[in-house]
């Protein structure tokens, strides 16, 4: 078969003629954006054919409309193209993925709680076996702790009982026995162990955290962070959902995709923190529901579909070795509840990680994504929904839109007077295009500047070289070819306009939908949570109306509460009761088809921060 090879990696592979350069990339792990997972909608996946030694076939429609005269220099897009004979295919930089800058902080500090993990070391001296009475090892062992501390009824998971008569004769008969909720004994050590390990993961559509924490002392050992390995499969949910649906293997290769992307990050953990990974005896894990489904290897496609049913609620408790994490095979893996297709145990972790569902005030909580899932209330009342946002925040849908990494615009900033833009990137590296937060700061500046007009329209009474006539209409030149990187200039469109315009909407008309139920009172804090909102500037934000503009209302980024919420429930069996409790309470809303909402909708998509507003209220 003919060689297709990949570069600058210097990898290859045999083409057979039926398979597209996306799917080959797939194969071989390599970092080729493809944020509709291959639907031939997203325009990301470009490559260079520097040499093939058949003709190449003719560009479609898709191709030429997404690339234009970048055809002429050889570029394709992989989703697209499929090769019968040896050629060498280029990545450009500009359509490689990059290690994002993924949040693993949190804005509460230290874990200010009383310790009380489910899993806890009990040190014992076993009675050796005598021939006056012969007593199995067992029997000894559930004994002594039963003499020592009064644990009755207590089982012993089969992979440890293999363990035991070695571990009793090692150091004199003295050993640690790790017991779950006093019931179960999970682990065997010889002598005293003082230290047992658990993990806290948060699974986002995106990203993945793990942390590894000290179950006695609370301490944070270690923290890891990835792209979570389902990107290759699509950047949202949906497309990832329709992926599982064409290919009948789908389902297997996002759940072991994002499996052994975490116990990847497990492994990196463990040696940051020198330890032995069967010490990990508890696992927390949150996510969306998707993500949660995908994770236990669950039917997705009716995630999809209203009512958007998941195929559980409640929190379950499974363990290590039947998920495939990488911790002591007898360790508990515990998944906090989901409330609905679209609001999954993030959020469950995020309320008990802020307390919304203890305060006397009410506060609104934000986690903004492709979905955009919104809690609304204090102790008495909770209500929740999840806004369609689409990916625009997340660089999604956007010409020259990125993830957030090293060189990717962040901020914006234009000169009243003159109208030039100056902008800050990510570990001030050229700039290769915007993540969310320049997003937001690109459309919030060229509001204040009158740029932009309330419908969201170009004001055509402004003169400057830098706003002309583009290929898909009017645009800003934000960077210019020989100040790029790409050697390509870098625009924001009108399109570009209209997809931040449309996600800002969804958000705000879900705030105002959930403050109309809730009877109209005053929100006195609202909690932006996850990297956009704690990299979003808060007044970028209400120039969009992305957030209520409350003079009286304080603002404040929570970081990845999600990830707090799970360490929580880790170093307190209690929270995962309170969970359960929240699940009940909290009310879900649901947007889609409500007339109500759709009403909202169209008010939302003006830009209250533009000159012209109050011409249309």
């Known amino acids: 078969m003919p060689t297709i090879q990949f570069l600058p990696f210097q990898q290859s592979t045999e083409?057979?003629?039926?398979?597209?350069?996306?799917e080959m990339v797939r194969e071989l792990g390599l970092p080729l954006q493809a944020a509709c997972g291959g639907k031939k909608v997203c325009g990301r996946c470009r490559v260079i054919i520097e040499?093939?030694?058949?003709?190449?076939?003719?560009?479609?429609?898709?191709?030429?409309?997404?690339?234009?005269?970048?055809?002429e220099k050889g570029y394709r897009l992989a989703c697209e193209t499929v090769l019968s004979d040896e050629a060498r295919v280029y990545i450009p930089e500009e359509s490689q993925t990059r290690p994002p800058v993924i949040l693993t902080s949190d804005g509460f500090g230290d874990f200010s709680i009383r310790l009380q993990p489910a899993v806890k070391p009990y040190y014992l001296e076993v009675p050796p076996p005598v021939l006056e009475r012969v007593t199995a090892d067992r029997e000894r062992l559930l004994g002594a702790l039963e003499a020592g501390y009064r644990l009755k009824k207590t089982e012993i998971d089969p992979l440890v009982l293999p363990q035991l008569p070695q571990t009793l004769r090692t150091r004199e008969n003295q050993i640690t026995a790790a017991?779950?909720?006093?019931?179960?004994?999970?682990?065997?050590f010889p002598g005293r162990e003082e230290r047992l390990l658990g993990l806290a993961v948060d699974i986002g559509t995106t990203t993945l955290v793990v942390y590894l924490l000290d179950l006695q002392t609370g301490k944070r050992l270690a923290v890891s962070s990835a792209l979570n390995p389902?990107?290759?499969?699509?950047?949202?949910?949906?497309?990832?959902?329709?992926?599982?649906?064409?290919?009948?293997?789908g389902s297997v290769q996002l759940r072991e995709a994002v499996r052994q992307g975490l116990n990847d990050l497990i492994s990196r953990v463990v040696e940051d923190a020198d330890v032995r990974p069967e010490l990990i005896l508890e696992a927390v894990v949150v996510g969306n529901t998707a993500m949660h489904h995908f994770f236990l290897g669950l039917e997705t496609r009716y995630l999809a579909m209203a009512p958007y049913p998941p195929v559980v609620q409640e929190s379950l408790v499974v363990k290590g070795r039947d998920v495939g994490l990488a911790i002591n095979s007898s360790g508990y893996v515990r998944l906090l509840p989901l409330k609905a297709g679209f609001v999954g145990s993030d959020i469950m972790a995020g309320i008990l990680a802020t307390g919304l569902h203890k305060s006397r005030r009410v506060r609104l909580l934000i986690d903004l994504g492709t979905n955009g899932e919104i809690v609304l209330g204090n102790k008495d009342r909770l209500l929740c929904c999840s806004a369609a946002a689409g990916p625009a925040f997340e660089g999604g849908h956007v010409r020259w839109g990125m993830r957030a990494s090293a060189g990717a615009i962040e901020n914006v900033r234009i000169d009243p007077e003159t109208l030039e833009i100056s902008l800050?990137?990510?570990?001030?590296?050229p700039?290769?295009?915007?993540?969310?937060s320049g997003i937001l700061s690109a459309v919030a500046e060229m509001i204040r500047r009158g740029i932009l007009l309330a419908k969201g329209n170009f004001n055509p009474a402004i003169h400057s070289?830098?706003?002309?006539?583009?290929?898909?209409?009017?645009?800003?030149?934000?960077?210019?070819?020989?100040?790029?990187?790409?050697?390509?200039?870098?625009?924001f469109t009108q399109k570009d306009v209209a997809e931040a315009q449309m996600a800002k909407a969804a958000i705000q008309a879900g705030v105002e939908y959930l403050k109309e139920i809730f009877g109209n009172q005053p929100i006195e804090e609202i909690l932006l949570a996850g990297a956009f909102g704690n990299y979003a500037d808060p007044e970028d934000a209400r120039t969009l109306g992305l957030i209520p503009v409350l003079p009286a209302t304080k603002v404040r980024a929570v970081g990845n509460a999600a990830g707090y919420g799970a360490c929580l429930t880790l170093l307190d069996k209690n929270r995962a009761k309170e969970a359960d409790r929240i699940a009940r309470k909290l009310e879900y809303v649901e947007l889609a088809g409500n007339s109500r909402f759709q009403e909202l909708l169209v008010d939302s998509l003006l830009f209250p921060g533009a000159t012209?507003?109050?011409?249309?209220?």
Do not use: M, Y
């Open 15 to 22: 083409s057979d003629g039926r398979r597209t350069l996306l």
């Open 51 to 71: 040499e093939s030694r058949d003709l190449l076939p003719p560009p479609t429609e898709r191709e030429r409309e997404a690339l234009g005269k970048l055809i």
């Open 179 to 188: 017991v779950r909720n006093g019931r179960e004994v999970v682990g065997l």
């Open 230 to 249: 389902q990107i290759h499969f699509g950047d949202d949910i949906i497309s990832r959902i329709a992926f599982c649906q064409k290919d009948p293997e």
């Open 424 to 429: 800050r990137t990510i570990q001030d590296q």
């Open 431 to 436: 700039p290769l295009g915007l993540c969310g």
């Open 465 to 491: 070289s830098r706003l002309r006539e583009g290929r898909d209409g009017p645009e800003v030149v934000l960077r210019w070819k020989w100040e790029s990187l790409t050697d390509q200039e870098i625009v």
């Open 612 to 617: 012209d507003f109050k011409e249309f209220i």
